[in-house]
């Protein structure tokens, strides 16, 4: 199954109390909560580029699996991290922030973010 496509987020969980624990200033929280960001994936054999526009801010990574590249995290913090597959899910592990994408169906994408015993999860499906 192809992770390609455009992703509306639908619905998540955790999501103040895991912007805090990252360091998300509060009142950008609050200006986030409730807005639907679109999440655009091209996939290309082992190349991905994930770009997630939320309001006005937009973060665009390009990776290749198996293979360590430089990422954009949501605090604006570029760190090194290598990105794996496993079946149809993504796996890498951002400072700290273990993140698992898992194409569920073929129009549903969640997102886990997990930061010590905290989990943010992301449900998005595909428009």
Same mark, same amino acid.
Not at 34 to 62: A, P, Q, Y
């Given at each position: 199954?192809?992770?390609?496509?455009?992703?509306?987020?639908?619905?998540?969980?955790?999501?103040?109390?895991?912007?805090?624990?990252?360091? +998300?200033?509060? !009142?950008?929280?609050?200006?986030?909560?409730? *807005? #639907?960001?679109?999440?655009?994936?091209? $996939?290309?054999? =082992?190349?991905?580029?994930?770009?997630?526009?939320?309001?006005?801010?937009?973060?665009?990574?390009?990776?290749?699996?198996?293979?360590?590249?430089?990422?954009?995290?949501?605090?604006?913090?570029?760190?090194?991290?290598? +990105?794996?597959? !496993?079946?149809?899910?993504?796996?890498?592990? *951002? #400072?700290?922030?273990?993140?698992?994408? $898992?194409?569920? =169906?073929?129009?549903?994408?969640?997102?886990?973010?997990?930061?010590?015993?905290?989990?943010?999860?992301?449900?998005?499906?595909?428009?």
């Amino acid at each position: 199954m192809s992770f390609t496509g455009k992703y509306q987020l639908e619905s998540h969980e955790n999501f103040e109390p895991f912007m805090k624990a990252i360091g +998300i200033p509060d !009142e950008l929280i609050q200006k986030g909560k409730d *807005l #639907k960001s679109i999440s655009e994936i091209e $996939e290309n054999g =082992d190349n991905f580029k994930l770009t997630v526009t939320t309001g006005t801010k937009v973060i665009v990574n390009s990776f290749t699996i198996g293979k360590e590249a430089e990422l954009e995290t949501l605090t604006g913090e570029k760190i090194k991290a290598v +990105i794996r597959r !496993e079946g149809n899910k993504l796996k890498g592990s *951002l #400072k700290g922030v273990e993140s698992v994408t $898992e194409l569920v =169906d073929a129009n549903t994408l969640v997102n886990t973010m997990t930061l010590g015993d905290l989990v943010y999860k992301r449900t998005s499906k595909r428009v």
